[in-house]
């Protein structure tokens, strides 16, 4: 089973990509984040004849994720579930293949001194409430997404130039690790827990990419039933070169 988490950042700028991405690795599970469009405007047609369903969330403009799936998902659910109404579209989940598969767009948090990093961890800390209530560490689960978060100094290229922003900050990883707490397993760390430059994002300014001046920020989490199948997690950095490309790449992860 193969399931690929990616920041699409524009299904409208992405669209030949994504449907291009769908042949070449031909997932059972394909996470997306950044959508950037309301549900209504998603490619329902051209994602079907591609051969996948498709649950999603959308936002105009802003956020948005989506799960699309080889198998029909079931049980969805939208959003955090809390009763506390944000109106940002970062959430989404089903069943599939008797594992439950978030896709999840964390905020990135502007700057460490604005609400928007204040929202960033208050997010943080209800989706980790979240997951606590409604699941257990012997259940099989996924949480894929962009976390907006690199968990160590291992996952950037420059250190001292990110230290210091809302996406290696102590608190935001301090956040991370508190989810993790219930239950979940860095998938690429399991298999490769030393490993450096490995990064899944790099900024569109200052010659980011071919500079490898890069970030792991998007991940593949996963309790320990299915810690224990994995075979493979890599990056495909591909993806993220040639014409147009997000400013993400996939992250790929393979399970017996």
């Known amino acids: 089973m193969k399931i690929i988490t990616w920041n ?3 299904i409208r700028a992405r669209h ?5 991405l769908l042949a070449r690795h031909e997932p059972d599970v394909l996470c997306l984040q950044e959508l950037k469009l309301e549900e209504a405007k ?3 047609d051209e994602v079907r004849a591609a051969g996948y369903h498709a649950a999603v969330l959308g936002q105009k403009s ?4 989506a799960i699309l799936s080889r198998t029909a998902p079931e049980d969805v659910r939208r959003g955090m579930g809390d009763g506390e109404e944000d109106g940002h579209a970062r959430l989404i989940s089903a069943r599939l293949h008797g594992i439950r598969v978030y896709s999840a767009y964390f905020p990135n948090g502007g700057t460490p001194d604005s609400d928007k990093y204040a929202f960033k961890l208050a997010w943080m800390a209800r989706l980790e409430k979240k997951l606590r209530t409604e699941h257990t560490p012997d259940e099989a689960l996924a949480l894929c997404g962009d976390f907006n978060v690199a968990p160590t100094d291992l996952d950037v290229k420059n250190v001292e130039k990110w230290a210091d922003t809302v996406l290696c900050r102590p608190d935001a990883r301090a956040a991370l690790e508190r989810i993790r707490g219930v239950g979940l397993i860095d998938s690429l760390r399991r298999l490769r827990p030393e490993e450096g430059n490995l990064y899944s994002y790099w900024d569109y300014q ?3 990419f071919p500079k490898n001046d890069g970030l792991r920020i998007d991940h593949v989490d996963v309790t320990a039933p299915l810690a224990e199948r994995l075979l493979e997690v890599r990056i495909d950095r591909e ?5 147009q490309p997000s400013d993400h790449a996939p992250v790929i992860a393979t399970f017996a």
């Open 206 to 208: 200052m010659l980011g």
């Open 16 to 20: 030949d990509r994504l449907l291009a």
């Open 62 to 65: 802003y956020n948005g994720v």
């Open 42 to 44: 998603f490619p329902w």
């Open 239 to 243: 993806e993220r070169k040639g014409k």
């Open 8 to 10: 699409v950042n524009s």
